[in-house]
């Protein structure tokens, strides 16, 4: 179990990014963070993986606090981050030094068949498109099998088709593994899609504003109405997060306009 105990976060500077965050994550399941530009959605994701400790707070993986970079918490970033003069088989296997050698090329290469590039293991980086080369930085996350995976907006700098493959491949990736996962993105329906909940969050400083539960049954129908109705909740929760009002029960089968553009 991950959890997040009244987190804050202020820097030397005197801006307080985050104040009192605090939710817990159950073995397995998605999580999805969501809010407005600067409202300490990635300065959440840096403390739970151990790359910025909170001025305030704690985090706990399984009862042990999180200070530093772990083993068990594996993290991808919106630039996929490869090592340029690593080939893609040894980029996926980069974080498995401490196994024998093929050992290590056994389990790149599952990785690389699940995220459909077995082909191209013995490239170089710059030979794969942007989709590709995030499919490869996914499956080198995944590799150690982390009990939490943290996601900064993976795609947000992809084309909407490649996007929508990617959160396919995620999907059928995290079906094997089932780690606990903490999503930050700014696209509402890529939330729905992923997560188990959705923590909309509020600025000034950042805190969790809302918590809306996405109960639909996987695979997702993007144009269902159960869909368009946690859309509904969430575009309304965003729109509301800005004047810092609670958002209204909303009726599956009236789930009024909640449409506006929030952003």
């Known amino acids: ?16 990014a985050l104040e009192g965050t605090s939710f817990i994550v159950q073995p397995g399941e998605i999580v999805a963070v969501i809010g407005g530009s600067g409202c300490g959605k990635s300065t959440l994701l840096r403390a739970i993986s151990g790359l ?9 993986l399984d009862g042990e ?9 594996g993290i991808v970033f919106q630039e ?6 690593l080939t893609v088989a040894d980029n996926v296997a980069f974080g498995l030094t401490d196994r024998p050698m093929s050992r290590r090329r056994h389990r790149a290469a599952g990785a690389l068949s699940r995220v459909g590039l ?14 590709q080369a995030q499919r490869v930085a996914i499956a080198r996350a995944l590799v150690p099998q982390p009990e939490v995976l943290l996601l900064d907006e993976p795609f947000s700098a992809l084309d909407a088709f490649t996007r929508v493959d990617l959160q396919d491949h995620l999907l059928d ?50 144009h269902s109405a ?25 009726s599956a089968e009236h789930p009024g306009t909640g449409a506006a553009m929030w952003w």
């Open 226 to 250: 159960s869909f368009d109705h946690v859309k509904s909740r969430v575009l309304m929760a965003l729109d509301r997060s800005l004047v810092g009002e609670r958002v209204p029960e909303v």
């Open 65 to 73: 606090p999180i200070t530093s970079p772990h083993e068990k918490i």
């Open 1 to 16: 179990m991950l959890s997040v105990e009244n987190v804050g976060k202020t820097y030397p500077n005197g801006v307080r």
């Open 173 to 222: 990736l995290w079906a094997d593994l089932r780690p606990m996962m903490v999503l930050v993105t700014h696209d509402v329906d890529e939330a729905i899609v992923l997560a188990d909940r959705i923590m909309v969050m509020r600025s000034r400083p950042g805190h969790i504003f809302e918590e809306i539960q996405a109960d639909i049954p996987r695979p997702r129908d993007r």
């Open 80 to 85: 996929p981050r490869l090592l340029p003069w």
């Open 118 to 131: 077995a082909e191209k293991a013995g490239v170089w980086p710059r030979e794969l498109s942007g989709g």
């Open 52 to 60: 910025d400790r909170p001025t305030r707070g704690r985090i706990l």
